[in-house]
């Protein structure tokens, strides 16, 4: 046996990946998933269930729950709070009450359980992320910017790289999309739809969609929930003492590069052995 050090690499042994998530499901939102979508990206959509054809201001109008199938097509849905509420200002029953009927509500018209969550206004407490976790959420998004391309400690206090009116925004696509990655690395932008039209700024976005679509055959392009499930896959292998064989329990397929070796794929339900 030798010094070893694996490093966890994305399906198909990349070692990027890039996803979005955006906010509040307002009628931009059309314009924006087509746009994700005619570029092959993937974005995570954090709706409130409880204020479906809700006028907030001239510009910010939420969908209808009818035009979500349509609009959200080969893109993920996630939680943000039944009304928008500031989760971390109200009773905990209240509390709970909005996630979990959001949650609820989300399920039975996606027909699939929810993964993710988007903290309304960016703001929560301990008992805001227990009650995420007791809802069954595996992930939830912050509105803290942390400029690099880490995957989280925590998945619950998922902080991302940055917003997309982010000055650096296009400075830090360049950094993943063309630098030297040791390990794996995540791009991870965020932002609300309305804001293009208020800012009359959707270049911006249909500039970082183009840049990515360029680079993309060496960036695996995902949801948040893509992330999720794979990093939960990763993180369930099963290792012998001396590191010659690791079991993959999970349902799909894992890569991992040992040491400085090439990219190893380990198929689900099957044992890898190697690296002696
Ligand atoms: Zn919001």
Redesign the pocket.
């Known amino acids: 046996m030798s010094m070893r050090f694996d490093t966890m690499l994305f399906p198909g042994g990349l070692s990027k990946a890039f996803t979005l998530s955006y906010?509040?499901g307002v009628t931009q939102d059309k314009r924006l998933a087509e746009l994700f979508r005619s570029h092959g990206l993937k974005c995570t959509f954090?709706l409130n269930a409880g204020l479906c054809g809700h006028k907030f201001s001239e510009g910010v109008i939420r969908m209808e729950e009818k035009d979500w199938d349509e609009t959200y097509a080969g893109h993920e849905l996630g939680g943000?709070a039944f009304y928008?509420s500031a989760l971390d200002t109200m009773g905990n029953s209240r509390m709970v009450y909005e996630i979990i009927e959001d949650k609820r509500r989300l399920e039975k018209h996606a027909g699939e359980p929810m993964r993710m969550f988007?903290y309304?206004?960016g703001t929560f407490n301990d008992a805001v992320v227990e009650a995420l976790r007791m809802a069954g959420y595996e992930g939830a998004r912050t509105t803290v910017s942390t400029h690099s391309f880490t995957l989280p400690r925590d998945f619950l206090r998922w902080d991302p790289t940055c917003h997309h009116g982010d000055a650096r925004l296009m400075e830090l696509a360049g950094q993943f999309a063309e630098g030297f990655s040791m390990g794996p690395s995540l791009f991870y932008v965020w932002g609300?739809a309305y804001e293009f039209d208020g800012a009359k700024n959707w270049n911006v976005i249909e500039e970082l969609c183009a840049y990515m679509d360029v680079h993309r055959e060496k960036i695996w392009v995902c949801t948040n929930g893509d992330i999720l499930k794979y990093v939960k896959a990763f993180r369930s292998l099963e290792y012998s003492a001396d590191g010659t064989m690791i079991r993959n329990p999970s349902a799909m397929d894992v890569w991992f590069q040992p040491s400085m070796g090439k990219a190893e794929r380990i198929p689900a339900g099957s044992i890898w052995t190697g690296e002696e």
């Open positions: 906010d509040d954090n943000h928008h988007a309304p206004f609300h």
